[in-house]
């Protein structure tokens, strides 16, 4: 069956430092991958999306990399704040269909 | 900003009644989705419709119906509730083409007793 797999564990770093958050997917060929931030009692918000002849995108301070052989995608949030405290969502396409991982928590301390 | 509205926001029912959840946008877009979200589970696809009268079954159809009669409305019905269908469902529209972002709904907190 498809899968789109995350971090399961929440990633803490310090103000400042860049995080990097993975997505591993099986079973999918996805046309391209979109990344959400999701907080509490909210629903998702877009960030970015990568196609799968595209490498690298970037936007503001953040970069996502889609790795077909494989089969992943990086998202990089450099100089991170405490405001970038979220959970953080990897999605793949599926036809239509856009299907989710897990997500990962992240927490930036000052 | 695209106008996507749910409701009801929350609606606690018991088990064996039906329930409708409704999701209302305003712009026309082609595609809607539903969507459930549970702690462990994450984001998991209900049903989504590429147009009126045109649906198709996500990875956790399974006790779910829907409907979208219109284009503004697209209509998420639990013919009989259980509590394994107790969660968070959001409704959202794709913005732009084929490959465009998803816009999310405020969510609708469902229990069933």
């Known amino acids: 069956s498809q899968k789109i797999e995350q971090n399961s564990e929440a990633l803490n770093i310090q103000e400042g430092k860049t995080a990097t958050l993975t997505c591993n997917y099986t079973n999918y060929s996805p046309a391209y991958l979109q990344w959400y931030r999701q907080d509490p009692g909210r629903g998702p918000v877009f960030l970015l999306l990568i196609r799968e002849n595209e490498k690298e995108k970037?936007?503001?301070?953040?970069?996502?990399?889609?790795?077909?052989?494989?089969?992943?995608?990086?998202?990089?949030?450099?100089?991170?704040?405490?405001?970038?405290?979220?959970?953080?969502?990897?999605?793949?396409?599926?036809?239509?269909?856009?299907?989710?991982?897990?997500?990962?928590?992240?927490?930036?301390?000052? | 900003d695209a106008g996507i509205t749910q409701s009801p926001r929350h609606k606690v029912t018991e088990t064996g009644t039906p329930v409708t959840l409704r999701c209302h946008q305003t712009e026309n877009h082609r595609y809607m989705y539903w969507y459930r979200q549970d702690p462990g589970h994450g984001l998991r696809l209900i049903h989504y419709s590429y147009g009126v009268k045109d649906t198709d079954k996500g990875e956790v159809?399974?006790?779910?119906?829907?409907?979208?009669?219109?284009?503004?409305?697209?209509?998420?019905?639990?013919?009989?509730?259980?509590?394994?269908?107790?969660?968070?469902?959001?409704?959202?529209?794709?913005?732009?083409?084929?490959?465009?972002?998803l816009f999310f709904g405020e969510g609708s907190r469902l229990t069933v007793l």
């Open chain 2, 61 to 101: 159809s399974d006790g779910y119906s829907v409907s979208r009669s219109k284009t503004e409305d697209f209509l998420l019905t639990l013919e009989s509730a259980t509590s394994s269908q107790t969660s968070v469902y959001f409704c959202a529209i794709r913005e732009g083409g084929d490959t465009g972002e």
């Open chain 1, 58 to 110: 970037r936007k503001e301070r953040l970069k996502v990399t889609f790795d077909t052989t494989l089969k992943q995608s990086l998202f990089h949030i450099t100089a991170s704040q405490p405001a970038d405290s979220a959970t953080y969502l990897c999605s793949a396409n599926s036809g239509y269909a856009l299907n989710f991982g897990k997500g990962t928590s992240l927490l930036v301390t000052p």
